[in-house]
């Protein structure tokens, strides 16, 4: 079953959508979905969000076991998690979240420009990247 893991993973990550399902006004599209060979059972996953003029993500949470890092391409994000004060980040900067962090702000900062930023996903196979409140 070892040796097929690796296998199984990357037959899953094949029937993901391109564009994973938003839950605000923002758009979500699948940059790449990669099994890691050293950590079986784990894939890497990265979604590039785009947030329109005073768009904003609702509440939520990420897969149980995904150590995610954000980094910031255009415009400026405002994001907090649970239990830290928000923050507002621009082009360059990142932050990251712990397996289990529950995301209650990720907005455009911005009435008036665009915003798009990358999320990375360190996670098991097979769940759900992103559940709203």
């Known amino acids: 079953m070892k040796r097929i893991a690796p296998y199984l993973a990357a037959a899953a990550l094949a029937l993901l959508p391109a564009a994973v ?13 990669h099994p890691l060979p050293n950590l079986p059972g784990k894939v890497i996953t990265a979604a590039v969000v785009s947030y329109p003029p005073g768009g904003k993500s609702v509440a939520h949470r990420h897969a149980p076991s995904a150590f995610i890092v954000a980094y910031v391409l255009s415009g400026e994000i405002r994001s907090q998690v649970e239990g830290e004060p928000a923050k507002v980040y ?37 769940e759900t990247l992103t559940t709203p409140d």
């Not at 399902?21 to 979905?33: I, K, L, N």
């Open 90 to 126: 621009k082009p360059g900067q990142s932050w990251h979240e712990a397996p289990g962090a529950h995301h209650v702000i990720s907005e455009n900062a911005s009435k008036t420009k665009p915003a798009k930023l990358l999320a990375i996903f360190v996670m098991t196979a097979g």
């Open 21 to 33: 399902q938003a839950h605000g006004d923002e758009t979500v599209a699948r940059a790449f979905a």
